[in-house]
Nanobody, 122 residues
């Protein structure tokens, strides 16, 4: 079993910055992809991709955050970060960390964090 613990959410004004962190722990042999998704208010339970990063450092971003958000990871710490700059009101959402990992048995597991609230006020 893998646990993901997120931190760094909060309330910020339009144009401000926040940095999210997510650390994975548990029965982990390796972590392949890690990423951030978000669930905006009034959008139901759909989680939209924000950014992903592979173990080799290849990144992918949603068009809406390109140039403003930066995803990075520290493989030694099993931690992924999301630096969010120039925040807009439409970035308001619950942000979820995601990890695609393999246990010592070789079993693949996709895990989610509990979510952290980001609120951008105008």
């Amino acid at each position: 079993q893998v646990q993901l613990v997120e931190s760094g959410g909060g309330l910020v004004q339009t144009g401000g910055s926040l940095r999210l962190s997510c650390t994975a722990s548990g029965s982990i042999f390796s972590i392949n992809g890690m990423g951030w998704y978000r669930q905006a208010p009034g959008k139901g339970k759909q989680r939209a991709l924000v950014a992903t990063i592979t173990s080799g450092g290849s990144t992918n971003y949603a068009d809406s955050v390109k140039g403003r958000f930066t995803i990075s990871r520290d493989n030694a710490k099993n931690t992924v970060y999301l630096q969010m700059n120039s925040l807009k009101s439409e970035d308001t959402a619950v942000y979820y960390c995601n990890a695609d990992s393999a246990g010592y048995s070789g079993r693949r597991l996709v895990s989610w964090g509990q979510g952290t609230q980001v609120t951008v006020s105008s």
